[in-house]
T-cell receptor, first 113, second 108 residues
Framework: EAGVVQSPRYKIIEKKQPVAFWCNPI?????LYWYRQNLGQGPELLIR????????DSQLPKDRFSAERLKGVDSTLKIQPAELGDSAVYLC???????????FGQGTRLTVV | DAKTTQPPSMDCAEGRAANLPCNHS???????VYWYRQIHSQGPQYIIH???NNETNEMASLIITEDRKSSTLILPHATLRDTAVYYC?????????FGKGTRLHILP
């Protein structure tokens, strides 16, 4: 069975440009997470979905970040416009709620120059 | 969510048991203790979780003190592939909040 799939793996953009990340969770998983991880730090939760509903987006910088989860399956995280400080690894995870284990993708490494 | 405290780094000789401590003195009665690890350039991976009783699976053992204020993750026979950052997390629902974790170095 395929795990959580994220694309692209790497992205380099100039500041002020838009960027989007895509996540395909494990089939049947109703909970989806987006995290941001800066170098040397633990992952920081940006948003959590239960099916199509964003149930926790308190840490999402809403002035430039947006996310959606189409039909409760795939999800897209967008940054517009990107800033130098947005350089990080963006991780997607999914789980079957209720359930103990969240499965993570390999992440997208974003570099803003 | 309760906060956790972990040492920033630890060393362990290959083949020996690695014991990773975690303090969670403000844990609530219904919060579980979870452990994840993150190998370089990969996403975090679930290891084990528990509420009150000690737990064991194919990867590790989890020892939770009787007052639940601390726990220890045990990797019984550490290998070089166990080199990673280990995160101790307490949670009651689907919200998973990571701290800085412990960077475990396995020495050959």
């Amino acid at each position: 069975e395929a795990g959580v799939v994220q694309s692209p793996r790497y992205k380099i953009i100039e500041k002020k440009q838009p960027v989007a990340f895509w996540c395909n969770p494990i089939s049947g998983h109703n909970t989806l997470y987006w995290y941001r991880q800066n170098l040397g730090q633990g992952p920081e939760l940006l948003i959590r979905y239960e099916n199509e509903e964003a149930v926790d987006d308190s840490q999402l910088p809403k002035d430039r970040f947006s996310a959606e989860r189409l039909k409760g399956v795939d999800s897209t995280l967008k940054i517009q416009p990107a800033e130098l400080g947005d350089s990080a690894v963006y991780l997607c995870a999914s789980s079957q709620s209720p359930g103990p284990e969240a499965f993570f993708g390999q992440g997208t490494r974003l570099t803003v120059v | 969510d309760a906060k956790t405290t972990q040492p920033p780094s630890m060393d362990c000789a290959e083949g020996r048991a690695a014991n990773l401590p975690c303090n969670h003195s403000t844990i609530s009665g219904n919060e579980y203790v979870y452990w994840y690890r993150q190998i370089h350039s990969q996403g975090p991976q679930y290891i084990i979780h528990g509420l009150k009783n000690n737990e064991t699976n194919e990867m590790a053992s989890l020892i939770i003190t009787e007052d639940r204020k601390s726990s220890t993750l045990i990797l019984p026979h550490a290998t070089l592939r166990d080199t990673a950052v280990y995160y101790c997390i307490v949670r009651v629902d689907d919200k998973i909040i990571f701290g800085k974790g412990t960077r475990l170095h396995i020495l050959p």
